[in-house]
Nanobody, 121 residues
Framework: QVQLVESGGGLVQAGDSLTLSCEAS????????MGWFRRPPGKDREFVAA????????YYADSVKDRFTASRVNNRNTVYPQMNSLTPDDTAVYYC??????????????WGQGTQVTVSS
């Protein structure tokens, strides 16, 4: 079992940067691929980014590619997305997840509670 806690959300202006973090506890962190998803207001949850167990490979949704950078520090049990050039369309509740990886929710077994990111225009 893995417990995940996200932090770092808040209210920012368009064009700003923000870095979220997700700290894991429980099972061995490096055994899991990590993903970031988000739920925009009134919409379904969607894929944002995924990292392999070592962090050597990262995958991004087209909507955030070249603006977001995901990373992980396995000896700190923490995964980050650095989010640059934020726009109001990035407003959402952001979730981290642990599991087999890939871009689909069904491959993730453990989820955090989410952190709200609001981008004002």
């Amino acid at each position: 079992q893995v417990q995940l806690v996200e932090s770092g959300g808040g209210l920012v202006q368009a064009g700003d940067s923000l870095t979220l973090s997700c700290e894991a506890s429980g099972d061995t962190f490096s055994n899991y691929a990590m993903g970031w998803f988000r739920r925009p207001p009134g919409k379904d949850r969607e894929f944002v980014a995924a990292l392999t167990q070592s962090g050597g490979n990262a995958y991004y949704a087209d909507s955030v590619k070249d603006r977001f950078t995901a990373s992980r520090v396995n000896n700190r049990n923490t995964v980050y997305p650095q989010m640059n050039s934020l726009t109001p369309d990035d407003t959402a509740v952001y979730y981290c997840a642990a599991g087999m990886g890939y871009t689909e929710e069904r491959y993730y077994d453990y989820w955090g509670q989410g952190t709200q990111v609001t981008v004002s225009s």
